[in-house]
């Protein structure tokens, strides 16, 4: 059964590859779904503010790898 | 429901032709390692019992993601959209930036052909280590092609039919190459198809998990658009900040 554990290591690799990259992520989906919606921000906003906060996430992920080397 | 259609057609099917050609891409590889070192045989048989085995989960699994409200569905679908989009975004623009190595099919084939060499000639009429790597491969490879087209196709009506066929027109394509090549797909611009889908992935992700969270977004459905743009953008900028980094800590 070592394929059925190989095939279950790939599926998670799907998803994390960088640990704090993904953490990162799924707490800024979290800030999104249950923070901003309390900040009374105006509902036009909401989309421009997720997207913003994901490139951010990218920009610097990457880079703190670039200057790794 | 037109603008559904227009706005999100195009790029599903895009995406998953995109994502499911280098999955299937990196399976041809070993199959054809497979094929070469142990038969055709046995390497065709694992590949063939691994595509019954997918068949048979989508048809299993398949009609129960009808059932599940849109909503959840797109907080689910969207997060783990954007987990493995913005994963092969990041990789692809660090191996742009040439900070990681690019992916070699060529020296993937030659590692996969040294392992089979060693593990000795079969006598037996069904090669058991052909048919175990050529199934472990494809069925790793199928999983993700399964899990791209119901990640870009489950988020919205109608959109699991074109993500399939763009999924089912990229195994085509690959097989087709793959025979009449004959060899591993060296000359497929892997990355930038890997940075091509992630953009659209991460882009699916966001409106997907935006929609499912209740977030309104400027354009409605066409913002979609906007944000595949908006991610373009960013991962071009990306690469150009690390390879400005990269050389600055190569000269210091």
Redesign the interface.
Known sequence: MA?VK??LH??FG?????GS??VA??LW?GV??QVL?RLGLP??W???I??AG??L???E???R???R? | MMSIAWAHVGPTILAAFLASTVEFVEALTVVLAVGTVRGWRGALAGAGAALLVLLLLILAFGPALTRIPLAPMQLIVG??L???G??W???A??RA?G?IPLHDEAAAFAQQTRSLQAQGRSTRRWDGVAI?AA??IT??EG??VV?IVIAVGAGGPGLLLPAGLGALAALVAVVLLGLVVHKPLTTIPENALKFTVGVLL?AFG?FW??EG??????GDDW?VLG?IA??LA??L??VS???T??LS??AS
């Open positions: 394929w190989t095939i790939e599926a799907l998803f994390v590859d960088d990259f993904a992520i799924l989906l999104n779904w919606p509902p036009a909401g989309g421009p997720l997207f994901l490139a996430i990218l920009l992920s990457a880079a790898r670039a200057g080397r | 997060t783990l954007l987990l493995f913005m994963r975004l990041r990789k623009i660090l930036a900070i175990a199934f472990e069925m790793i999983i993700e899990f991460s966001a998990l935006g969270i209740g977030l309104d977004w400027p913002s944000l908006g991610f960013v991962a900028a990306t900040i690390c390879r980094r990269r800590a190569g």
